[in-house]
């Protein structure tokens, strides 16, 4: 396989890698989706080493010329949550390990499923409010908490949007959606039938570090100490960012009403 070939291959299945980890992938799953697709064109050797904020990958020919060993180093910036991408990035690479796809091909498929839309944020905040209310509704709240609590996702779904697309961080923007779940059950809670735990419960369950823990788990269980290690520390900031943002409004609010706060 010629040098110039070598080095597309590399490339490809980079960006294959960067599409997963980028979009929640598992560190282990990105490592054997860049070793399944690099040695499926009969390259003898090849490296993987991925965490959440990086990907190092080398490859090389049979022979003892040195020269022939290339290497890749891909810095990680920002990570999100879509499954949908990592699916699509683990059908495509089936089909180019069972097929002879070109890397001129596979790479057009990779930019297409990296720039397939994410959904819109109508969708997500409608959709995570229902989630978040029936998630209250699951500790035993009424009608109007409910009520209370789709609201309440749906205004911190917008807020985490903005605060997002404006670049602000990942302590920043879920410390401001806690507050605006807490400020918002605090505002609903003067109805006597509403009460503010039950809303902030199930208002914050869209910020909860589901996905970020479950990694976590699953990279230390495969033996990725330090992913494990960097995505728990991940899911801890986010667990005490929300309860920064919460705390912060509810002992504000006591502090102001003598203590009344429910």
């Not at 390990?97 to 969708?123: F, G, H, W």
Request: glycine residues 8%; charged residues 15%.
């Amino acid at each position: 396989m010629q040098r110039v070939n070598q080095k597309k291959l590399l490339v490809m299945a980079l960006y294959a890698g960067e599409i997963m980890l980028k979009n929640g992938g598992e560190t282990y799953r990105v490592e054997d989706t860049i070793i399944r697709l690099c040695k499926s064109r009969n390259f003898p050797f090849v490296e993987s080493y991925v965490t959440p904020t990086g990907i190092i990958i080398s490859v090389d020919n049979e022979g003892e010329d040195h020269n022939e060993m290339i290497s890749y180093v891909k810095r990680i910036n920002s990570r999100s949550i879509n499954l949908n991408k990592i699916n699509e990035v683990n059908d495509f690479s089936r089909k180019f390990v069972e097929s002879s796809m070109s890397l001129e091909e596979a790479m057009a498929k990779l930019k297409a499923i990296d720039q397939l839309p994410a959904y819109n944020l109508k969708t997500r905040a409608l959709f995570g409010g229902i989630a978040s209310a029936f998630v209250a509704l699951l500790f035993g709240c009424n009608f109007y908490e409910f009520f209370a609590a789709l609201m309440t996702s749906i205004l911190v779904t917008i807020s985490l949007h903005q605060l997002q697309k404006n670049g602000f961080n990942l302590f920043i923007t879920n410390m401001a959606g806690g507050s605006v779940a807490a400020l918002m059950a605090i505002l609903f809670s003067i109805h006597p039938a509403i009460h503010v735990d039950m809303v902030i419960i199930g208002a914050i369950m869209i910020m909860v570090p589901g996905v970020a823990i479950t990694n976590a788990v699953r990279d230390t269980i495969s033996g990725d100490l330090v992913s494990g290690l960097a995505r728990g520390a991940e899911a801890f900031l986010i667990a005490i960012s929300i309860a920064f943002g919460v705390g912060f409004i509810l002992k504000t609010w006591v502090f102001l009403a003598g203590g009344n706060l429910i």
